[in-house]
T-cell receptor
Framework: QQQVKQSPQSLIVQKGGISIINCAYENTAFDYFPWYQQFPGKGPALLIAIRPDVSEKKEGRFTISFNKSAKQFSLHIMDSQPGDSATYFCAASKGSGGSNYKLTFGKGTLLTVNP | GAVVSQHPSWVICKSGTSVKIECRSLDFQATTMFWYRQFPKKSLMLMATSNEGSKATYEQGVEKDKFLINHASLTLSTLTVTSAHPEDSSFYIC????????????FGSGTRLTVV
């Protein structure tokens, strides 16, 4: 049973456009929702994360929107650049950091930003 | 910030041999290390969780005798792929809960294992 559903599987955006990736979760015990960016041959790198006590978090061009009642969260990349072309994973866990709870990952979205 | 150093970044080995992958937490103590396996164009699949000084916990379907995990110190966890076969070829990644932004999980850079 997939606990975190991610869509779309792939996304093509023009430079300067907005990239939107969506995730839905099932386990209401989740309370930490990070997004990771992964380039080919590299490990995932944390982009931005949110907890359910806020509905939005913004860091630079990256914004997480969180809808607790719908159990959905999304990543918005503003002014998308070719350098943003990578695979993006949403994830969820019951805690974070030192809590040692394991992450549940979405299946990933391959983003291509055309110049 | 928290850094997990993973080595080697890639390795090619002959079928039947064993390969060791190391993950070190450079500036923090990692009492727990998660080990993932990733197939091309797929998501990360959790293989096992290692805890310093105790036996690792393996996910269902992961052969503990094939993938030996040791977490002998607070800064070092190792994954040994024993008697490797071509089907073990994959991208292996470690991750530690730690002191990154938002107290997130810090990932190693991954190891590309190719068994020939």
């Amino acid at each position: 049973q997939q606990q975190v559903k991610q869509s779309p599987q792939s996304l093509i955006v023009q430079k300067g456009g907005i990239s939107i990736i969506n995730c839905a979760y099932e386990n209401t015990a989740f309370d930490y929702f990070p997004w990771y960016q992964q380039f080919p041959g590299k490990g995932p790198a944390l982009l931005i994360a949110i907890r359910p006590d806020v509905s939005e978090k913004k860091e630079g061009r990256f914004t997480i929107s969180f809808n607790k009642s719908a159990k959905q969260f999304s990543l918005h990349i503003m002014d998308s650049q070719p350098g943003d072309s990578a695979t993006y994973f949403c994830a969820a866990s019951k805690g974070s950091g030192g809590s040692n709870y394991k992450l549940t990952f979405g299946k990933g979205t391959l983003l291509t930003v055309n110049p | 910030g928290a850094v997990v150093s993973q080595h080697p970044s890639w390795v090619i080995c002959k079928s039947g041999t064993s390969v060791k992958i190391e993950c070190r937490s450079l500036d923090f103590q990692a009492t727990t290390m998660f080990w993932y396996r990733q197939f091309p164009k797929k998501s990360l699949m959790l293989m096992a969780t290692s805890n310093e000084g105790s036996k690792a916990t393996y996910e269902q379907g992961v052969e503990k005798d094939k993938f030996l995990i040791n977490h002998a110190s607070l800064t070092l966890s190792t994954l040994t792929v024993t008697s490797a076969h071509p089907e073990d070829s994959s991208f292996y990644i470690c991750s530690a809960p730690g002191q990154g932004r938002s107290y997130g999980y810090t990932f190693g850079s991954g190891t590309r294992l190719t068994v020939v």
